[in-house]
């Protein structure tokens, strides 16, 4: 097995990481269990889970993730994983979440409150990357990184990271950090994808020139790379077909920018291009998000085991530069279809 370093840390990791937002919600502690060994046997070290999981998060689930997770935990030499998860982000930003009666910030309390949760939901220690889940434009930035230093000069947490930030929040925040002292965000976790390169366009150069590593979500797209929302009718029990029946505004909202007439076009292409290459269009999604010097691991999710065959069969793919180009043709003829 192949691993990587993230950013400039110690951090050993797996190329793909295994995601646990369904644990609780679509999948089951028996089926949890199962995702997690599968990957375990075939070599990942890197799991990711965070506060406020499963999705989609409501205030009796919250916290049910890292409860399920935990228990898998013992049954493994603790050494042996590569642990990160999250603080919920501000309620000042495009989601209130459903915990601490909804008024999270990235201050001083919140960053002290969450973390002790999640170490006793974890019953771990320690956790090897923790990670703001989005931005806090209102809280000052110094404070929040000194809130998340703090963590780290108590040994409760090894290293920092970030998630769903913009190339002037991270420079930010890592200038900051620099300038006081204060331990830095060694990774980013944006979303990227065939169908999602934003990350491109400013953040990829901000990560190369500062040795931050991206960790990219939703390689596959939320599912739509697999071609499932290319049939004819819509599949049942699936995240966006879920998320178009919700009378939640913002699911509705999500669900639309995944699935639309851009995104399944662009699909349509890549399938294509999987198929002649004798593979499944979920290895070539989650290969090609694997091909950047920027990415220390690819996060990949499932509902069950059985789906983690293709997404574990990127770890045994190299795309050469013509695959590559042919990508970037797909892009170039529908470029940003997710907005």
């Not at 920092?160 to 913009?166: A, F, I, P, R, V």
């Not at 901000?206 to 697999?226: A, T």
């Amino acid at each position: 097995m192949e691993h990587r370093y993230i950013g400039k840390s110690g951090l050993r990791v797996s190329p793909i990481c295994m995601g646990t937002m369904s644990f609780g919600s679509w999948s089951d502690k028996e089926e949890s269990f199962k995702i997690l060994n599968t990957a375990y046997d075939r070599g990942i070290n890197f799991y990711d889970t965070a506060e406020i999981y499963p999705v989609p998060p409501t205030a009796e689930l919250a916290g049910v993730t890292e409860h399920i997770f935990g228990e898998w935990i013992k049954t493994k030499p603790r050494d042996s994983l590569i642990i990160a998860t999250k603080v919920a982000g501000a309620a000042s930003g495009w989601f209130v979440p459903p915990i601490r009666h909804g008024l999270t910030a990235i201050d001083r309390h919140h960053v002290a409150a969450a973390v002790e949760g999640s170490l006793r939901r974890l019953g771990v220690d320690y956790i090897d990357l923790y990670q703001v889940h989005w931005p806090d434009t209102v809280v000052p930035i110094d404070e929040s990184m000194e809130a998340l230093d703090r963590l780290v000069q108590a040994g409760k947490v090894r290293y920092l990271g970030t998630s769903n930030e913009n190339a002037y929040g991270l420079t930010k925040a890592n200038t900051v950090a620099d300038y006081e002292g204060l331990a830095k965000f060694q990774s980013i976790q944006n979303n990227f994808s065939l169908l999602n390169r934003r990350f491109m366009d400013e953040l990829a150069n901000v990560c190369r020139q500062e040795n931050v590593s991206l960790l990219p979500y939703s390689p596959i797209g939320g599912g739509v790379l697999s071609g499932k929302y290319n049939q004819a009718e819509l599949p049942k029990n699936c995240r966006f077909g879920d998320y178009l029946d919700d009378s939640n505004p913002r699911q509705q909202a999500m669900a639309s920018r995944f699935v639309n007439a851009g995104t399944l076009a662009s699909t349509a292409e890549y399938m294509d291009i999987a198929k002649e290459l004798g593979m499944s269009p979920v290895t070539l999604a989650t290969a090609w998000s694997m091909n950047f010097d920027y990415v220390a691991s690819t996060m990949i999710g499932a509902r069950t085991a059985d789906q983690l065959e293709e997404s574990l069969a990127a770890l045994d793919v190299s795309l050469d530069d013509d695959v590559m180009e042919r990508c970037d043709e797909v892009h170039a003829k529908n470029l940003y279809p997710m907005g």
